[in-house]
């Protein structure tokens, strides 16, 4: 089983929907951050989140919120989709300590139509 | 502001072939890191530098970091289709703040 879990792994929707990416994981980290992929642009930070009572806005919060379930649980939410909010959206976790390596999710592929 | 600026952003060569990327900027870093992202996947961490002029080796791939620590090379000698991805490098902002934030790629093709 992979240490961090992304559902679904695509989804199309239609604008002005909500909608929630999961993210879960086994590695016991307390750090957990979300990123959205776009062709040419790298990896840009959504939000991150150190513990379950700590959650922070990267680069691009806005349209997006989030909710540490858990240690091992974070979910982003798309509250009304808009069509340029299509992407590839990746969940990792870190532990924090020294040299923050990352662990990533398979991704999941998200459409607004 | 884009703070790593890599480059190329598209390489595509033929198999058996050397190659540079390079991941550049004005700011000096503590560390930073090499990551690979394949086809369907999410990125993986290849090799962190800390240590200005550091050179660390994987196999293949020969990763440098600059003098003044503003700067990286990835070399990869003789290429070979499975070396095609993405390739991303990335700066931790400090355990304190623990945010990684990466750069905008070179996408590699290697051709058999």
């Known amino acids: 089983d992979a240490d961090v879990t992304q559902t679904p792994g695509n989804r199309i929707t239609k604008t002005g929907k909500r909608i929630m990416l999961e993210c879960s994981q086994t590695?016991?980290?307390?750090?957990m951050y979300w990123y959205r992929q776009d062709p040419g642009l790298g990896l840009r930070l959504i939000y991150y989140?150190?513990?379950?009572?700590?959650?922070n806005k990267g680069e691009i919060s806005d349209g997006y919120s989030v909710s540490r379930q858990a240690q091992a649980k974070f979910s982003l939410s798309l509250e009304s989709a808009i069509p340029n909010q299509t992407a590839l959206y990746f969940c990792?976790?870190?532990?924090?300590?020294?040299?923050?390596?990352?662990?990533f999710g398979q991704g999941t592929r998200l459409t607004v139509v | 502001t884009q703070l790593l600026e890599q480059s190329p952003q598209f390489l595509s060569i033929q198999e058996g072939e050397n190659l540079t990327v390079y991941c550049n900027s004005s700011?000096?870093?503590?560390?930073l890191q090499w990551y690979r992202q394949e086809p369907g996947e999410g990125p993986v961490l290849l090799v962190t530098?800390?240590?200005?002029?550091e050179v660390k080796k994987l196999k293949r791939l020969t990763f440098q970091f600059g003098d003044a620590r503003k700067d990286s090379s990835l070399h990869i000698t003789a290429a070979q289709p499975g070396d095609t991805g993405l390739y991303l490098c990335?700066?931790?902002?400090?355990?304190?703040?623990?945010?990684?934030?990466f750069g905008r790629g070179t996408q590699l093709t290697v051709w058999p």
């Open positions: 990792a976790t870190s532990n924090g300590q020294g040299n923050t390596e990352a662990f």
């Open positions: 989140s150190f513990d379950v009572k700590d959650i």
């Open positions: 700011s000096v870093f503590s560390s």
């Open positions: 990335a700066y931790d902002r400090g355990s304190t703040l623990g945010r990684l934030y």
């Open positions: 530098v800390v240590t200005g002029g």
């Open positions: 590695k016991g980290h307390d750090r």
